[in-house]
Nanobody, 126 residues
Framework: VQLQASGGGLMQAWDSPRLSCAAS????????MAWFRQAPGKEREFVAA???????YYADSVKGRFTISRDNAKNTVDLQMNILEPEDTAVYFC?????????????????????WGQGTQVTVSS
């Protein structure tokens, strides 16, 4: 199983990058998929997740600025990023679970995810 993330780079605050993650090796069409990020010297933190039904969950820090979406037929999950802030600078990781979640907390917890992409760097210039 592989998750391949792309779309990062050096951004300005007014940019609107879209991160994409394509999964291969198995289908996640009925399982949770998510984005986490890790800034230098900090722990990996939850950004956004989506149930297979399309219900999204967001960290408070990105709510109203980022939008998660998924295409179950293509086995992909994307993250549309708007109104960037320097604090958004981090390596962004996509993640997928092989089991279903039943609480919002589970969607937000990195240890519940079984598969991870390699990460894509997003640097927001201040």
């Amino acid at each position: 199983v592989q998750l391949q993330a792309s779309g990062g780079g050096l951004m300005q605050a007014w940019d609107s990058p879209r991160l994409s993650c394509a999964a291969s090796g198995r289908t996640f069409s009925t399982y949770p998929m998510a984005w986490f990020r890790q800034a230098p010297g900090k722990e990996r933190e939850f950004v956004a997740a989506m149930e297979w039904t399309g219900s999204p969950y967001y960290a408070d820090s990105v709510k109203g600025r980022f939008t998660i979406s998924r295409d179950n037929a293509k086995n992909t999950v994307d993250l549309q990023m708007n109104i960037l802030e320097p604090e958004d600078t981090a390596v962004y990781f996509c993640a997928a679970s092989a089991t279903k979640f039943y609480t919002i907390k589970a969607y937000q917890t990195k240890t519940y995810y079984d598969y991870w992409g390699q990460g894509t760097q997003v640097t927001v210039s201040s």
